[in-house]
């Protein structure tokens, strides 16, 4: 009987231990993820009328929004998520220089862009672009095309390009190889 007790106190007594390492290492490894910049997702809207007026409303820009915030949920786990800082200086995405300016400022290893493009009342396309920093290279990126403008759809859409930026995110570009 007593050896019995003995044998569950050294079971508890190890499996508190394993607990206690594996929490000790997992913020080790949260600080050893590398940083992925991501940007906010920019809205273009290119669906003009006869008379050159857009159609850009303020839920087109917040749908646009909902891009970046499921891009940086669901790539959080492999990467640390950093956000340019609001206080800093404005930045444009066109301008690849300005980009990396930015994410180099807050020691971000990766940089994420992305963009929603309304060509027409049925064209919308997600753009995306993974970039290395220090080597100025292209990782992952493209272009999906969304069969509608629906919340539904974007979800689609991030999904897919979140597939690609994890299976590329790590790999030199398929041109170098």
Same mark, same amino acid.
Request: charge should be neutral; include cysteine.
């Given at each position: 009987m007593m050896h019995q007790t003995f044998r569950r106190t050294i079971r508890t007594f190890a499996a508190a231990a394993i607990a206690a &390492? /594996?929490?000790?290492?997992?913020?080790?490894?949260a600080a050893d993820l590398p940083k992925l910049m991501v940007f906010d997702t920019e809205f273009l809207d290119l669906m003009v009328s006869g008379t050159g007026?857009?159609?850009t409303t303020?839920?087109?820009v917040s749908r646009a929004l909902t891009v970046s915030d499921a891009?940086? @949920?669901?790539? &959080?786990g492999r990467y640390k998520i950093v956000t340019p800082k609001k206080d800093a200086d404005p930045y444009d995405l066109s301008c690849p220089d300005?980009?990396?300016k930015v994410a180099k400022e807050q020691?971000?290893?990766?940089?994420?862009?992305s963009a929603l493009s309304r060509m027409n009342s049925r064209n919308v396309y997600l753009k995306y672009e993974?970039?290395?920093?220090?080597?100025?290279?292209?990782?992952?990126g493209g272009s999906i095309q969304l069969n509608g403008y629906t919340a539904r759809q /974007?979800?689609?859409?991030?999904?897919?390009?979140? @597939?690609?930026?994890?299976?590329?995110?790590g790999k030199e570009p398929a041109a170098a190889k």
């Open positions: &390492a /594996i929490f000790a290492l997992a913020p080790a490894r007026e857009t159609f303020a839920e087109d891009f940086r @949920k669901d790539l &959080a300005c980009i990396l020691g971000a290893s990766l940089v994420l862009t993974l970039g290395d920093v220090a080597k100025n290279t292209r990782l992952a /974007i979800k689609i859409a991030v999904d897919a390009a979140v @597939k690609d930026v994890l299976a590329n995110g």
